[in-house]
């Protein structure tokens, strides 16, 4: 990813700020901090030739322990020729922010000795970061002296929050490859993963309100006198409503006049946030979280009311209050919410819906759009979210949003060829039936509830939210 600035319309305003900083320092003697090479131990394996030769000749036998012991002297002077590990620096380089579209990682090492050696170098990553514990960069390179050696790395970071990244090891030898250093370099920091900016960025880009469908919407709205908030003035055309006439501009100009209304303004937006056990899952191995797509989807979403001049706020939870962000409008909310997303952890318990609605409506007494992205639990029993979405549809305007699972929706209307795929087709066409009379349940009680695919997560949700606000509910 691009350490350039993002477009003005995208959701953060620099993206360059949001990379960790860049870290150095020299290397210093790890516990047990020599070994042998390999060519070490192949010469010492040689030696059992003389043993074995000595089975035929006795007099050889004295010529195995002279072997061994100038192997042994050899091994002793190339590791007193081997350089100090102070005598090379670590640098460990973030080239662009680490978020769930991917990351890029270069390292560079400095020989300031006098002699050139061959190194190995292997940093300490989280899973979370990398899918593994750690990652092998740097494979028996020759490094000569008063050079320095650059490489990068790509990785793709699994799960928003913090990130702790450990110290590099680092190993060399010199050209004799007999004797080996061990070291580490100091370069412990804390990294955040945020959501996939490239693709907000890209959806924002997309979906922004200059885009000419979009435009032409909103357009289209203002003629129709949607929405309930003064724009301008303009002369009486055919088709106008009698309701929408002002009478004293008309008696002062003569001519009938009519406002022109427009799309509410400075309306806030709330974005609820589930993290619990369900948004823990994975559509697939390797790939984020559901709570990781959510973020990113409403990180798009976001972007899309600031730029409508909305106010967004923010409100995530599982067993506890995650992140509460009241309502506010800028690019420094933009900022904000992308921060507080980028801490969002997917918790291990189940999460208290109850909570949630209760500190929303504190949160929020007058009447706003609440824009809640969950997952329905599979049980037979009524889902909690159903009675707390309730709650809030009578006061607020909700749209509560749950991702499509796709190998459900497969299983459900998949042809068995055996009895096994029988009973797995009838208990995924019995969940997802019960998954529609949920979101029915929803509906029922005044909120608009919908299924998001994958790909079209954040299109959908925009979409939605003009609807909304054009349609003047709020």
């Known amino acids: 990813m691009s350490t350039a600035a993002?477009?003005?319309?995208?959701?953060?305003?620099?993206?360059?700020?949001?990379?960790?900083?860049?870290v150095a320092a020299e290397a210093y003697a790890a516990p047990w901090g020599w070994a042998c090479g390999r060519r070490m131990l192949w010469l010492l394996a040689a030696g059992l030739v003389w043993w074995l030769a000595a089975l035929a000749e006795p007099r050889w036998i004295v010529l195995a322990p002279a072997w061994e012991a100038a192997v042994l002297a050899a091994w002793v002077l190339d590791l007193r020729r081997l350089p100090v590990p102070a005598g090379l620096t670590v640098e460990r380089n973030w080239l662009g922010p680490a978020h769930l579209g991917g990351a890029r990682l270069g390292w560079r090492i400095r020989n300031r000795a006098s002699r050139g050696v061959t190194v190995w170098l292997s940093d300490e990553l989280p899973p979370g970061l990398t899918s593994g514990a750690a990652a092998g960069v740097v494979q028996g390179r020759w490094l000569a002296a008063g050079s320095q050696l650059a490489v990068e790395a790509e990785f793709q970071p699994q799960d928003l929050g913090g990130a702790r990244c450990g110290q590099p090891y680092l190993r060399y030898q010199s050209a004799w490859g007999l004797a080996e250093r061990r070291a580490r370099a100091p370069l412990a920091q804390s990294v955040r993963v945020y959501p996939d900016l490239e693709a907000a960025r890209r959806d924002a880009a997309a979906l922004s309100l200059t885009h000419p469908r979009l435009a032409a919407l909103l357009r289209n709205a203002r003629q129709k006198g949607r929405g309930r908030e003064f724009e301008s003035l303009r002369a009486f055309r055919e088709?106008?409503?009698?309701?929408?006439?002002?009478?004293?501009?008309?008696?002062?100009?003569?001519?009938?006049?009519?406002k022109v209304r427009q799309a509410e303004r400075g309306e806030p937006v709330w974005l609820v946030l589930d993290c619990g056990r369900l948004m823990r899952a994975r559509e697939r191995g390797g790939e984020p979280r559901r709570l990781g797509r959510a973020a990113?989807?409403?990180?798009?979403?976001?972007?899309?009311?600031?730029?409508?001049?909305?106010?967004?706020?923010?409100?995530a939870y599982g067993a506890g209050i995650q992140?509460?962000?009241?309502?506010?409008g800028g690019a420094g909310q933009a900022r904000a919410v992308l921060e507080a997303l980028a801490g969002l952890e997917a918790e291990r318990g189940e999460a208290d819906h109850y909570?949630?609605?209760?500190?929303?409506?504190a949160a929020q007494p007058r009447r706003a759009m609440v824009i809640w992205l969950t997952e329905l639990a599979e049980s037979g029993l009524m889902p909690e979210v159903v009675e707390a979405g309730a709650q809030i549809s009578r006061r607020h305007c909700l749209l509560l949003a749950v991702p499509r699972v796709a190998a459900l929706a497969a299983a459900a209307t998949a042809i068995p060829a055996s009895p096994r795929e029988m009973y797995l087709a009838a208990a995924a066409l019995e969940l997802a039936v019960r998954r529609q009379e949920t979101l029915a349940r929803l509906r029922a009680h005044g909120a608009r509830?919908?299924?998001?695919?994958?790909?079209t997560m954040?299109?959908?949700?925009?979409r939605q939210y003009l609807e909304i606000k054009l349609s003047g509910r709020l």
């Open 458 to 462: 954040a299109a959908t949700l925009v």
């Open 239 to 258: 088709g106008d409503e009698p309701r929408d006439i002002f009478w004293p501009a008309t008696a002062r100009t003569g001519r009938t006049m009519v």
């Open 296 to 315: 990113t989807a409403a990180l798009t979403l976001a972007s899309a009311a600031l730029a409508a001049s909305d106010k967004v706020g923010l409100l």
């Open 355 to 361: 909570r949630a609605a209760a500190a929303l409506l």
């Open 323 to 328: 992140c509460r962000l009241p309502p506010a």
């Open 449 to 455: 509830a919908i299924e998001l695919g994958r790909e």
């Open 6 to 22: 993002a477009t003005s319309g995208g959701p953060v305003a620099a993206v360059a700020p949001l990379a960790p900083a860049a």
